[in-house]
């Protein structure tokens, strides 16, 4: 194999990032301001905060009218298209073509990646909740699995540290289920939210209604969120990137503040194959990379730790090809788990109805993507785990809206004349939807295995993933579905219409597990700070270290583990 030119003295640094999504960016602000010279491998293109093409444009703008035509569909974004809403011209360019990066599927597995400055988290939804020990303690409570390693106690004032810098708007409950945290200003419900809140907390005992808690800067604080952001405009554009920075996004926020270090070495189509492992010293000494642009292999030193934040299953593929390309056999694997425990939240299914009175009542601005969020009810106590058919729970996010002139459209009304030309100048009547997600179990069978028969357009061998959700995830949602419309009538919404539509792993875009943590080498990948304990200078602090799912969006949990594990790593723990 060739390998470029890469003199020791000249590419060796204090530690090496791979990755600059979530963890990633977290992992080269941290090392950095810990004064460490930090080398940052992103496998995809650069993009520079305000680099947002489509940011500004209105739909009759896009070509297509924002729509993919079906020709480009079938060629390139054929999985892409599985995730209806996201297969729109003004964002398509910032997920991979399906052509160029395959994987194969021996259950159906919906993987949405995106290869360039920040990764998903310039598209990514911005739910920001805690996870409790309901969550951390749920393995051990039900004897399945491994124990996590660490509880929220251990975890808490990292959660404290990360929501300050990254913004997190939300309202305190004293939740025990959905720990608060320190937060913003929420964003406002509008009237009919504020309603089904007080209507939810009057039929069920404990129950509770609350802001959606999202990573935007409902109020800017230079001191606090970095000088590069500015208040949330409510455009509701945040997938096509925000010009202002007001969505936390390791572009806009991370990623500044390690390059205004001077402390950062950030390269761009490096994508990692494997690490440098010396066994006389037990430790990664570098990584094998291919430049995507030159497709030749160059090798980097770390004298220190080496973070792999490539997302889920990158993150875990590195460290397999690590022991199946150096003849290192079980190379983080003593436990024969790496590349085992894939999981996913379970959604596609929930209610809505339409809600009478407030006609008089609208709302300013496009929510983006706030609303409501009802946290789990369900399996708190043993009471309720006796009683139930099924393990762990779920939450709901949703919304109020009023419906605008598409009621008008022909299909859709067969009504003409002066009164239809009157009614369409007027809002349609108040409706709320809500969405459930699921907790998705850990399951040894749920895995991914290196394909070196079908390579990607750089020559890197692809994944093989194979998981399914299983008879817990089943009986689930049967409760999830009946649980949905149960409070929307309870609230007194009328024409309750409940939904359901078939789940597979990965369209919820938050796939975890694959290199967990745990107590022991016998049993996990990764120890309590997320270090490879066949490896210890080796962190993995992306999705890929859970241990468990819980129910809500794991975010921000990767930023915690990540600014927890490089503390741990440069204060000699």
Not at 81 to 87: D, L
Not at 470 to 477: A, K, S, T, V
Request: proline share 5%.
């Amino acid at each position: 194999m060739y390998f470029q030119s890469s003199p020791k003295a000249t590419n060796t640094f204090d530690a090496i990032v791979v990755g600059t999504g979530i963890a990633g960016g977290w992992a080269a602000k941290e090392l950095t301001q810990y004064g460490r010279h930090t080398l940052v491998l992103e496998r995809g293109r650069e993009i520079k905060h305000g680099d947002y093409p489509t940011a500004n444009l209105e739909r009759w703008e896009l070509p297509h009218e924002d729509r993919i035509p079906a020709a480009e569909i079938e060629a390139n974004y054929f999985k892409l298209q599985r995730k209806g809403y996201i297969a729109r011209q003004h964002c398509k360019d910032l997920f991979v073509k399906d052509d160029e990066y395959p994987y194969s599927e021996k259950r159906r597995f919906d993987w949405f990646r995106g290869y360039h400055t920040g990764g998903r988290s310039i598209m990514w939804g911005r739910h920001s909740y805690r996870m409790g020990d309901l969550d951390f303690a749920a393995n051990l409570r039900d004897g399945i699995a491994v124990d996590w390693p660490l509880r929220y106690a251990d975890l808490a004032p990292w959660y404290d540290y990360v929501e300050t810098f990254a913004g997190i708007s939300g309202q305190a409950e004293g939740a025990e289920q959905l720990p608060d945290g320190q937060f913003i200003a929420p964003i406002p419900l509008n009237c009919v939210e504020e309603d089904f809140r007080r209507s939810i907390a009057n039929a069920y005992s404990g129950r509770l209604v609350t802001p959606a808690r999202i990573a935007n800067l409902t109020e800017y604080d230079p001191a606090k969120h970095g000088g590069t952001r500015s208040a949330c405009q409510f455009r509701n554009r945040c997938r096509r990137g925000c010009p202002f920075g007001a969505y936390f996004s390791s572009v806009s926020a991370t990623l500044p503040v390690a390059a205004a270090s001077g402390q950062m070495d950030l390269r761009h189509h490096m994508a990692v194959k494997r690490l440098i492992y010396d066994d006389k010293e037990g430790r990664a000494t570098g990584v094998v990379v291919r430049n995507t642009q030159s497709g030749q292999d160059e090798v980097f030193y770390s004298r220190g730790p080496i973070f792999l934040c490539a997302s889920t299953l990158h993150s875990t593929a590195i460290l397999m090809a690590t022991g199946q390309e150096s003849g290192l056999e079980n190379f983080a694997n003593t436990s024969g788990q790496l590349g085992r425990n894939l999981m996913d939240h379970h959604h596609r299914l929930g209610a809505r109805a339409f809600f009478d009175g407030h006609s008089d009542r609208y709302y300013k601005g496009r929510n983006p993507g706030g609303g409501i969020y009802i946290p789990r009810f369900t399996n708190l106590s043993s009471e309720d785990r006796r009683r139930n058919s099924f393990i762990r729970g779920f939450g709901f996010q949703g919304g109020a809206s009023r419906s605008n002139w598409m009621r008008g459209v022909q299909e859709l009304n067969s009504s003409l004349g002066p009164g239809f030309k009157l009614a369409l100048a007027q809002p349609g009547p108040w409706s709320l939807g809500i969405t459930a997600f699921g907790e998705g179990l850990p399951d040894p069978s749920n895995r991914i295995a290196l394909n070196y028969e079908l390579l990607d357009k750089d020559g890197l061998p692809t994944l093989t993933i194979d998981a399914a959700f299983g008879e817990n995830e089943r009986q689930m949602r049967k409760a999830m579905k009946v649980a949905a419309a149960e409070m929307l009538e309870a609230a007194g919404g009328r024409e309750v219409t409940p939904y359901e539509t078939e789940a597979h792993p990965g369209h919820s875009i938050h796939e975890m597990g694959t290199a967990r943590m745990g107590r022991d080498a016998r049993s996990s990948v990764l120890n309590a700070h997320n270090q490879v304990w066949d490896c210890p200078n080796v962190y993995v602090t992306d999705g890929a270290a859970m241990t468990s799912a819980g129910c809500t969006n794991p975010s921000l949990t990767y930023m915690a583990l990540t600014a927890r594990a490089v503390a741990h790593a440069c204060e000699g723990g």
